[in-house]
């Protein structure tokens, strides 16, 4: 999908692609906002009717579908070096140094770049390596 300009609405931001944008903010049938964006036939139940809710398919339409684990995002800290033998333990026991930063940050690269050559770059040649982890959060 693209969006209004033509190219892929990751790498072209505020050109956001209008039928996934309504999939995510719709409250109706997931099933029926594919199908007017698909242009597929409208559906009919046995009676004729037409069916604008798939009732059991679609998290929209049975709420039951839906995710119901709430996950809570913490705040890792890194253990300090023992300097004493009396550390306090609300201080985290280690800051990596400035070296070790980079070189962290050189594995970290030649992860993403390595994961995208061996498992993304064939399949999806058009997203780059920050396509996985952007280099900012790396």
Same mark, same amino acid.
């Given at each position: 999908?693209?969006?209004?300009?033509?190219?892929?609405?990751?790498?072209?931001?505020?050109?956001?692609?209008?039928?996934?944008?309504?999939?995510?903010?719709?409250?109706?049938?997931?099933?029926?906002?594919?199908?007017?964006?698909?242009?597929?036939?409208?559906?009919?139940?046995?009676?004729?009717? $037409?069916? /604008?809710?798939?009732?059991?398919?679609?998290?929209?339409?049975?709420?039951? !579908?839906?995710?119901? %684990?709430?996950? &809570? +995002?913490?705040?890792?800290?890194?253990?300090?070096?023992?300097?004493?033998?009396?550390?306090?333990?609300?201080?985290? $026991?280690? /800051?990596?140094?400035?070296?070790?930063?980079?070189?962290?940050?050189?594995? !970290?690269?030649?992860? %993403?770049?390595? &994961? +995208?050559?061996?498992?993304?770059?064939?399949?999806?040649?058009?997203?780059?390596?920050?396509?996985?982890?952007?280099?900012?959060?790396?």
């Amino acid at each position: 999908m693209t969006g209004d300009d033509g190219g892929l609405s990751m790498t072209s931001p505020k050109f956001e692609d209008p039928p996934l944008l309504d999939i995510l903010h719709t409250s109706d049938c997931l099933y029926h906002v594919l199908d007017i964006h698909l242009e597929n036939p409208p559906r009919y139940d046995e009676s004729g009717a $037409r069916i /604008i809710r798939c009732v059991t398919r679609c998290s929209n339409c049975n709420p039951n !579908l839906r995710i119901q %684990q709430q996950l &809570t +995002w913490i705040m890792e800290t890194f253990p300090e070096h023992k300097t004493t033998s009396a550390v306090s333990s609300s201080k985290p $026991r280690y /800051i990596p140094t400035q070296s070790d930063q980079a070189k962290i940050l050189e594995k !970290l690269m030649t992860w %993403q770049m390595e &994961t +995208w050559k061996e498992e993304w770059m064939k399949d999806w040649p058009l997203y780059g390596p920050d396509s996985l982890v952007s280099g900012a959060d790396l």
